[in-house]
């Protein structure tokens, strides 16, 4: 399976592209996570944001694969502990289909884009800033997997 991160914006810090890379890396081939990268649109103070953020849209739905699975980074989708994002993982897996996690920019997803998908997906009730989302997920999906394996990283 693969697990698509489907982001806005590019040019991370270092740290950020590091952190990522070092849990994506520690994932299996069966359970692969590759970032999409979307272009995050330049916004100024007259900026037409209904319009950038139908851009980023039509990016996103572009970079989703046909037959995956998608799921929304979205503040008011589901909070999952580890032990129920492993549950996702296995029904993921179950599916035969890979999957889309889809993260939008500074003003989020647009309401097309949260309705195309399968789940929604909180990762909590604060506002976290966008690169850090990326490490975020990384982590989470790994230590998710490492679960189900009955891998020693995740301690309950």
């Known amino acids: 399976m693969i697990i698509r ?25 069966e359970c692969h996570l590759e970032l999409i990268e979307i272009p995050t649109a330049k916004r100024g103070k007259q900026a037409d944001i209904k319009r950038i953020m139908s851009k980023e849209a039509e990016l996103i739905k572009q970079a989703i694969h046909s037959g995956d699975w998608v799921v929304a980074l979205d503040v008011k989708g589901k909070n999952w502990s580890t032990p129920q994002l492993s549950e996702q993982i296995v029904r993921w897996q179950s599916q035969g289909s890979n999957v889309s996690l889809l993260v939008g920019g500074p003003e989020g997803l647009t309401e097309e884009i949260r309705e195309m998908a399968h789940q929604k997906w909180s990762l909590s009730n604060l506002t976290l800033p966008h690169p850090l989302v990326r490490v975020v997920v990384a982590e989470a999906i790994y230590r998710a997997w ?11």
């Open 5 to 29: 991160l489907i982001a806005v914006g590019q040019k991370m810090p270092a740290w950020v592209t590091t952190a990522y890379e070092e849990y994506a890396r520690r994932l299996p081939h």
């Open 146 to 156: 490492t679960v189900t394996v009955n891998h020693p990283y995740h301690r309950e």
